[in-house]
Nanobody, 123 residues
């Protein structure tokens, strides 16, 4: 099992920056993909950014150039640095982990989710 705990959300003015953090804990050997999704009010959950353990990253077009995802594999932590925030970035941000290798070296394709952290960008 993998537990994900996010932190770093809050209220920020448009143009400001925030850094989200997510720490993974539990009984596992490694996590292949960690990433961030968000759920804006009145909309569906959407991908923000992902990072593989090897360092490959993907970004949604809406955040590309304004956000950077990074990982500390040794500490099972993923970060999302968001700059030039816009009101439309307002959402609950969820940490996601997938492609978990267990202690027994079995590969688990299940999605794990954190409880989310709220980011509010005021205009």
């Amino acid at each position: 099992q993998v537990q994900l705990v996010e932190s770093g959300g809050g209220v920020v003015q448009a143009g400001g920056s925030l850094r989200l953090s997510c720490v993974a804990s539990g009984c596992f050997f490694s996590i292949n993909i960690m990433g961030w999704y968000r759920h804006p009010p009145g909309k569906q959950r959407e991908l923000v950014a992902t990072s593989t353990s090897g360092g490959s990253t993907t970004y949604a077009d809406s955040v590309k150039g304004r956000s950077t995802i990074s990982r500390d594999n040794a500490n099972n932590t993923v970060y999302l640095q968001m700059n030039s925030l816009k009101p439309e970035d307002t959402a609950v941000y969820y940490c996601n982990a997938k492609g978990v290798t267990t202690i027994q070296r079995n590969y688990n394709r299940k999605d794990y989710w954190g409880k989310g952290t709220l980011v509010t960008v005021s205009s």
